[in-house]
Every structure is written in C-alpha cells, then in structure tokens.
C-alpha cells in the first residue's frame, strides 16, 4: 500500500487561495473582453491557416459564378454534351433533345448574300505556344483553329481560343502512306490494329479537351472507303454528333457514302498549303482559293501555323470584303442536315 503523506508539500492559505481565483479571474475577463474587440481579425487569421474545404468551396461558387455570367464570344461547355467512359470525358450527343456537339459548339455564322464564302483551317494548334496565343488574339474570330492532340497546354489555349469567338477543332491522328516515317505519334489510328485498340484511342483523342464541334483528319493519311477500319471509326466520330473534315486534297473522303447515307456533317479540303512553301507560292493557293470560291460559292484551306502563313493569311483575310468573299468558320461549308 501507497503511503500518503500527512502534510502538503507546501503551505496552504485559504485567504491566499481566494486571493489568487480572483486575480485569475479578473485576467480571464481581461482576455475575454480583448478576444471579442479582436474577433473579426482573429476570424480571418485563422481561416488564414485552414487550407481546408472553406477554400474549395469558395472555389467552386467563384467557378460557378464564372460559368453562368453570360458568354459574348461563345457559349459555355454543356454537361449534356459529354459522357465518362472509363475515366475519359468524351463529346456524345444528347439523345433527349436530339442536340449534337456539332451544332451546340460550331460558331454561328450568317452568310452574306452576294458573297462567296472561304474557310481557312490552321494546322496544329497548340504545339506553338506562343504563335498559338498570336493567333487566338490577333486574326479574325471566323478563321479556325485545328488543335495537335499532343499540344501541352492544350486546354487552357483551346478555352481562350472559344472565349475569343474562334471555332476550335480537333485533329485525328491516323496512320499515313509511309508510316511510320513519319510517325504521327502514339495516339494514331492505325490500319492493321484490332477494332478494340483503335475503339480505346479514338476515345482517348477525343477526352483530351472539349468544345470542339468536330475532328479533322492530317492530309498525309493512308484510309480509303475500302479499308476494313473506316466504317467503325466514322460511325464512333458521327454517332457521337460530331463533324468531320478530310484533309486529303487528291481523292474524295474516305467517309462520304456513309455521311451521306445518314446526313453526318462532313466536308473536304480544297487547297493546301505546305510547311516548306515559298511565300509566293503561298499567295498562288490563296488566290487559288478565291477562284475556287467564285466559281463554285465556297472554298476550304487547311496551312501549318507558321509566322510566315501567319502573317500571309491575315493580311489576306483583309482584302476579302473588296473581292465579295466572306471569311467563315469551317462548320458552316459541312454539309449537314439543320
């Protein structure tokens, strides 16, 4: 057994003892007092140092806020319009209402009566930042923008892209003629892989961002209407409400019976302009296009973003109103069922 002392170790007072709780007490309503004076400030000090869902949430209604202030360029993402398959937010149609992300995302375009109208469609968007952000800012918002799926920053740029009124679009990787010199990369469809393979990648390629009305094709690429891999891919592109555009220039699209058959979006390039081209062979393709335009009412050109297409097409773009052509997104030349 614990034997306890019989005395404290230290003398006890009672008047000390009450003398004390006193002291204490007044101190404590000291404090009190200074902590109510000081609430607001403390309050905000120690929100300060919560990196807690306070943050989040404030976040989110700031989000909020954001997506329902209205849109003067363009309209916001529609939920509607996108589905997840296996972690990928992928473009689908809405099959309540029967909307698709082609008409929801293509920019509205009125055409001129008297007018012929052009499209030009930059190559590659994205993988040149900063020619990139040039062209978001700089050239008419009816000029479109083809964006890499292997662009970095590719979300961020084709969002301010679509906040500048400009039409976006997607590219679709398929294996070209010599392949794999070039390599069109890791996403590329590919003409002897099985229909699961080429299924995961098509869905892969269209996650990668969204907003986009449509995808386009490189124009070095190998499909034909023969080839045992069309039918399945372009029924995956247009059963999800999607437009298509061709960008081979020497033989008729791949896709075109059965676009036609069921009313898809689709369309084809006219003229081309390469990487490696003079600039006065650039003003021949662009003059080229203006012949187009005038003898059959429309015309598509599809160029790499280059400084030197750059700066041809945008001082183009400037002598169209004299010459009664119209610049147009590239949507409005699909043809299409409205």
Not at 70 to 80: H, I, S
Not at 119 to 148: C, H, Q, R, Y
Not at 237 to 259: C, E, Q, S
């Amino acid at each position: 057994m614990i034997a306890l002392p019989k005395s404290l170790p230290f003398p006890f007072s009672m008047t000390a003892f009450g003398q004390g709780a006193i002291g204490w007490g007044v101190v404590l309503l000291l404090l009190i007092g200074w902590m109510g004076l000081r609430a607001d400030e403390t309050k905000t000090l120690l929100q300060s140092q919560m990196p807690s869902k306070a943050v989040l949430i404030e976040s989110k209604a700031a989000a909020s806020a954001a997506a329902q202030a209205p849109q003067e360029a363009q309209t916001p993402l529609n939920e509607r319009l996108a589905e997840e398959i296996d972690g990928r937010l992928v473009p689908r149609a809405d099959l309540t209402t029967g909307q698709t992300p082609f008409e929801f995302y293509r920019r509205p375009v009125t055409l001129l009566p008297g007018r012929s109208a052009v499209a030009v469609i930059f190559m590659n968007a994205g993988l040149a930042k900063t020619l990139t952000e040039k062209a978001i800012t700089d050239l008419p918002e009816d000029i479109t923008l083809a964006f890499s799926p292997y662009a970095d920053v590719i979300t961020m740029q084709a969002q301010a892209a679509r906040e500048s009124g400009k039409e976006i679009w997607l590219h679709l990787p398929l294996q070209n003629e010599n392949y794999p010199n070039p390599d069109p990369g890791p996403a590329t469809l590919l003409l002897n892989a099985s229909l699961e393979q080429n299924a995961s990648r098509l869905l892969d390629i269209l996650s990668i961002m969204q907003g986009y009305p449509g995808l386009i094709s490189y124009p070095d690429h190998a499909y034909t209407n023969v080839d045992p891999m069309v039918n399945p891919i372009l029924r995956q592109v247009f059963g999800r409400g999607l437009g298509f555009v061709d960008g081979r220039i020497d033989r008729a699209f791949w896709g075109t019976p059965l676009a036609l058959e069921n009313q898809y979006p689709f369309a084809q390039v006219n003229v081309l302009i390469d990487p490696m081209e003079a600039p006065d062979m650039i003003e021949m393709k662009l003059k080229q296009a203006e012949n187009l335009a005038t003898k059959f009412g429309q015309a598509m050109i599809m160029t790499p973003l280059t400084p030197l297409t750059f700066a041809k097409v945008q001082n183009w773009t400037n002598t169209l109103e004299n010459k009664s052509l119209q610049l147009v997104p590239v949507s409005a030349l699909l043809k299409h069922n409205d």
